[in-house]
């Protein structure tokens, strides 16, 4: 069983500075737990769209229930591979990410689609989705409801740090 998540969000924001945003996420108070992010593979395809592979590496505080999963020595880091395609065409980034480790106690695919939206000419929709699973036999549900809840918080912190970035540009940019 997995559980699923989906938000729609309108960002007051054009879509070509959600996109600068994006790339500029990093570090921002509301994401203290990113530790790294390392651009792994970048590439302009044929039909102008950017493909890129980011490397990230988070921390992830567990609750106390949890710790009886984990051995004394395991690393508490999360590395987190981000896939992203930018199209400038059809003015969208949409971004798959998805954990390395720990995927026995917790998996967790996130899907967003940063959309130019057709209602407002000078905002940008994000669509996010994710899926979290668990291979916990017999607590792979409350695995899955913590992880959930986890992840609804987590997402208020990264609209934050998106928007924490936008704002961090509009100061820079004499537009």
């Known amino acids: 069983m997995v559980k699923y998540f989906c ?11 959600v996109v600068s945003a994006f790339w500029q996420r990093y570090p921002n108070p509301f994401s203290t737990h990113v530790l790294t992010e390392d651009v792994v593979y970048r590439e302009v395809t044929a039909d102008h769209k950017l493909l890129s592979r980011r490397l990230l590496m988070k921390t992830n505080r567990l609750p106390r229930w949890a ?4 051995p004394a020595g395991m690393s508490r880091s999360v590395y987190i591979v981000e896939d992203s395609i930018v199209d400038p065409v ?24 940063f959309q130019d939206s057709v209602e407002q000419p000078a905002a940008t929709l994000l669509k996010r989705e994710a899926w979290i699973s668990s291979g916990i036999y017999g607590f792979s549900r409350p695995i899955q409801e913590f992880g959930l809840a986890r992840f609804k918080s987590n997402q208020v912190k990264a ?7 936008l704002s961090n540009l509009q100061v820079s940019c004499p537009c």
Not at 7 to 17: C, F, L, Q, V
Not at 67 to 70: D, G, H, K, T
Not at 90 to 113: F, I, K
């Open 7 to 17: 938000s729609k969000t309108d960002i007051s924001s054009t879509w070509d500075h």
């Open 67 to 70: 710790e009886r999963f984990f």
């Open 90 to 113: 059809n003015r969208s980034l949409t971004t798959y990410t998805w954990n390395l480790n720990h995927t026995t106690l917790m998996s967790v695919e996130e899907r967003c689609v």
């Open 159 to 165: 609209m934050k740090g998106l928007e924490y970035a």
